[in-house]
């Protein structure tokens, strides 16, 4: 129990001294992950209208392999990537293996069904007589996407929230890809489990209360924007 | 006035069940045109068609502007834009944006490129005209069932249309709500320019409001005429009938 106390009170020493090695971990992680996120959004949210908006063939199938894909393992995404960028795997020549790049890919690969499965249901929930209503308004058919997209918004805006909570929490496709190079690719998570398997419990509690309290932050964000969103008479 | 109408020989089908059958009518004036009828005679269908929301399977819809060129539709419904700017139809649900009342009633301003400080004065007009001028900046969504049927003329009426088509303004609202419907109503046509045409089979309201009535009945216009020739000398016996209360549908 003291040794855990202990753990506490140097891990908050750290952060209070905004420790060197300790932010440029923090700075990595949400790096990584905001540029995983920022790919994932558009792509993911083009896809998604696209999935609403239009009729094509095997589109059911899609979406269900889309929502199959929002429990993705996380290792076995970094396994296929990691074949796959490997010295003898068909992008191999790109040599991505073990940087930042090929986390950023991995983690985008994890956010992606998230953002275009609930971009699609979010869509979706949007009332038919919204577009109906801009129709008789005078809208143009590009107005009426963009005005049921609006619509949409909040649980868009939930769907991007929620992705970003799963990459940011997420350790085992980029242990993987990442390699776990320390002022190179270490990021929150994976010092997390170096530093427990190392024993070495300050630094590891003390990312695990940043990475807590990044979690506590998304998560009121995503409460705030599904409250938003719903007004009651 | 701005924009006269002519439907010729509309027919639609759902899923092989006839909904119209040759319809036919010029609307040919300013003032209000009264679509009346029993259920499932064929009156929002013939509205939603001449509104150009929906296609008809045959038959057309020519819009004439004061200089009588025709502005008949070329291409299907995604092509006349223009045309479908001077017309606007609201619907009997209104679908409110999730927004405040005055970004609800500059949307149809905005979508045609005017800037939020161009269109302040306008959409204070529509406000003050039903009555919503003091809830602008509250969330469309939660104004009651007879602010959220204001809110939608008042969206309909700022973007100046020629002609309005109203589907069943009033069916769900109390009598209160629908007497404010009524003086609006009442209120823009003194303005004399613009055309009004209503689906109701609400015959008081209808005898209070319309210039002219359309009776429709198994998907056909069966009767029609001035509102004091209609209700007191109906030429048609179903008509008789529906404005006497005899008619069971």
Same mark, same amino acid.
Not at chain 1, 14 to 35: P, Q, R, T
């Given at each position: 129990?003291?040794?855990?106390?202990?753990?506490?009170?140097?891990?908050?020493?750290?952060?209070?001294?905004?420790?060197?090695?300790?932010?440029?971990?923090?700075?990595?992680?949400? @790096?990584?992950?905001?540029?995983?996120?920022?790919?994932?959004?558009?792509?993911?949210?083009?896809?998604? =209208?696209?999935?609403?908006?239009?009729?094509?063939?095997? @589109?059911?199938?899609?979406?269900?392999?889309?929502?199959?894909?929002?429990?993705?393992?996380?290792?076995?995404?970094?396994?296929?990537?990691?074949?796959?960028?490997? $010295?003898?795997?068909?992008?191999?020549?790109?040599?991505?293996?073990?940087?930042?790049?090929?986390?950023?890919?991995?983690?985008?690969?994890?956010?992606?069904?998230?953002?275009?499965?609930?971009?699609?249901? =979010?869509?979706?929930?949007?009332?038919?007589?919204?577009?109906?209503?801009? $129709?008789?308004?005078?809208?143009?058919?590009?107005?009426?996407?963009?005005?049921?997209?609006?619509?949409?918004?909040?649980?868009?805006?939930?769907?991007?929230?929620?992705?970003?909570?799963?990459?940011?929490?997420?350790?085992?496709?980029?242990?993987?890809?990442?390699?776990?190079? =320390?002022?190179?690719?270490?990021?929150?998570?994976?010092?997390?489990?170096?530093?427990?398997?190392?024993?070495?419990?300050?630094?590891?509690?003390?990312?695990?209360?940043?990475?807590?309290?990044?979690?506590?932050?998304?998560?009121?964000?995503?409460?705030?924007?599904? $409250?938003?969103?719903?007004?009651?008479? | 006035?701005?924009?006269?109408?002519?439907?010729?020989?509309?027919?639609?089908?759902?899923?092989?069940?006839?909904?119209?059958?040759?319809?036919?009518?010029?609307?040919?004036?300013?003032?209000?045109?009264? !679509?009346?009828?029993?259920?499932?005679?064929?009156?929002?269908?013939?509205?939603?068609?001449?509104?150009?929301?929906?296609?008809?399977?045959?038959?057309?819809?020519?819009?004439?502007?004061?200089?009588?060129?025709?502005?008949?539709?070329?291409?299907?419904?995604?092509?006349?834009?223009?045309?479908?700017?001077?017309?606007?139809? !609201? !619907?009997?649900?209104?679908?409110?944006?999730?927004?405040?009342?005055?970004?609800?009633?500059?949307?149809?301003?905005?979508?045609?490129?005017?800037?939020?400080?161009? +269109?302040?004065?306008?959409?204070?007009?529509? !406000?003050?005209? +039903?009555?919503?001028?003091?809830?602008?900046?509250?969330?469309?969504?939660?104004?009651?069932?007879?602010?959220?049927?204001?809110?939608?003329?008042?969206?309909? &009426? +700022?973007?100046?249309?020629?002609?309005?088509?109203?589907?069943?303004?009033?069916?769900? &609202?109390?009598?209160?709500?629908?007497?404010?419907?009524?003086?609006?109503?009442?209120?823009?046509?003194?303005?004399?320019?613009?055309?009004?045409?209503?689906?109701?089979?609400?015959?008081?309201?209808?005898?209070?409001?319309?210039?002219?009535?359309?009776?429709?009945?198994?998907?056909?216009?069966?009767?029609?005429? &001035?509102?004091?020739?209609?209700?007191?000398?109906?030429?048609?016996?179903?008509?008789?009938?529906?404005?006497?209360?005899?008619?069971?549908?």
């Amino acid at each position: 129990m003291e040794s855990i106390i202990e753990g506490f009170r140097r891990a908050f020493l750290l952060i209070f001294n905004l420790d060197a090695e300790l932010l440029g971990i923090i700075f990595l992680s949400l @790096k990584v992950s905001g540029l995983a996120l920022i790919i994932a959004t558009v792509i993911g949210l083009l896809v998604g =209208a696209h999935m609403s908006f239009r009729q094509f063939p095997l @589109k059911g199938m899609i979406i269900s392999i889309m929502n199959t894909f929002m429990g993705l393992p996380p290792v076995v995404v970094g396994l296929f990537l990691y074949l796959i960028l490997s $010295r003898s795997g068909p992008l191999g020549f790109m040599s991505l293996l073990y940087t930042p790049s090929a986390m950023v890919t991995a983690q985008s690969i994890l956010a992606f069904p998230i953002v275009v499965s609930l971009c699609h249901s =979010a869509i979706l929930s949007v009332d038919p007589i919204i577009k109906q209503s801009s $129709r008789t308004l005078g809208a143009t058919p590009f107005q009426v996407t963009t005005t049921i997209m609006k619509e949409a918004r909040y649980g868009i805006m939930s769907g991007v929230i929620a992705a970003f909570g799963r990459v940011m929490a997420e350790v085992g496709a980029i242990l993987i890809v990442g390699g776990n190079i =320390a002022g190179y690719t270490r990021v929150m998570t994976t010092t997390i489990a170096l530093e427990t398997d190392k024993g070495n419990f300050e630094l590891a509690l003390a990312l695990g209360i940043i990475l807590l309290t990044i979690s506590l932050v998304i998560n009121l964000g995503l409460h705030l924007v599904q $409250r938003k969103g719903t007004v009651r008479r | 006035m701005g924009l006269s109408l002519t439907a010729s020989n509309i027919s639609k089908s759902y899923n092989g069940k006839v909904v119209l059958t040759d319809c036919s009518y010029s609307f040919n004036t300013s003032g209000i045109y009264i !679509l009346m009828g029993p259920n499932g005679s064929g009156k929002s269908t013939f509205l939603r068609i001449c509104a150009l929301l929906e296609e008809p399977d045959c038959g057309e819809v020519k819009f004439f502007s004061e200089t009588t060129q025709s502005l008949t539709r070329g291409g299907g419904l995604k092509k006349d834009i223009s045309l479908k700017r001077r017309i606007t139809l !609201l !619907l009997p649900k209104i679908g409110i944006f999730n927004t405040n009342v005055f970004n609800n009633v500059a949307y149809g301003l905005k979508i045609r490129g005017m800037r939020s400080i161009e +269109v302040e004065d306008k959409i204070h007009k529509a !406000l003050e005209l +039903v009555g919503l001028t003091d809830k602008k900046n509250q969330n469309a969504l939660s104004l009651s069932s007879g602010e959220t049927q204001r809110l939608g003329i008042a969206r309909a &009426l +700022v973007i100046e249309p020629d002609v309005l088509f109203l589907d069943e303004p009033t069916a769900s &609202l109390d009598p209160r709500s629908t007497t404010i419907i009524e003086e609006t109503i009442l209120n823009i046509k003194k303005d004399n320019r613009l055309t009004i045409i209503m689906v109701t089979h609400n015959i008081f309201q209808a005898k209070r409001l319309a210039d002219r009535v359309l009776f429709m009945y198994d998907g056909r216009i069966v009767d029609h005429g &001035l509102n004091k020739d209609f209700f007191e000398k109906p030429k048609d016996e179903r008509a008789y009938r529906f404005i006497t209360g005899q008619m069971v549908y």
